[in-house]
């Protein structure tokens, strides 16, 4: 079992930048791949990132890719993602998530569990 809680959240401007953390619980959190999904009002729920049990290898969704960057420190049980040049668009719940171990890291991979969420909201 893992246990995900998001924080970092709030409100910024357009161009701005915020920095999203989701702490772990469980010993084995090294296993896991790891990723970040949103869910903006009246839309469905996307992928936005993955990074894989080592850190070594990420996966972006397009509509982030060279804005937003995904970290993980395994010692602290700590995935991370740091979201510069936001847009008014970026605005949704953000939810930190695990991966079934084997499943990768990108949008087809097994997202087993899912933290809370946690509120963006970028204002033009």
């Known amino acids: 079992q893992v246990q995900l809680v998001e924080s970092g959240g709030g409100l910024v401007q357009a161009g701005g930048s915020l920095r999203l953390s989701c702490a772990a619980s469980?010993?084995?959190?090294?296993?896991?791949?790891m990723g970040w999904f949103r869910q903006a009002p009246g839309k469905e729920r996307e992928f936005v990132v993955g990074i894989s049990w080592s850190g070594g290898s990420t996966y972006y969704a397009d509509s982030v890719k060279g804005r937003f960057t995904i970290s993980r420190d395994n010692a602290k049980n700590t995935v991370y993602l740091q979201m510069n040049s936001l847009k008014p668009e970026d605005t949704a719940v953000y939810y930190c998530?695990?991966?079934?171990?084997?499943?990768?890291w990108g949008p087809g991979a097994m997202y087993d569990y899912w933290g809370q969420g946690t509120q963006v909201t970028v204002s033009s």
């Open positions: 998530v695990a991966a079934r171990p084997g499943t990768g």
């Open positions: 469980g010993r084995t959190f090294s296993s896991y791949s």
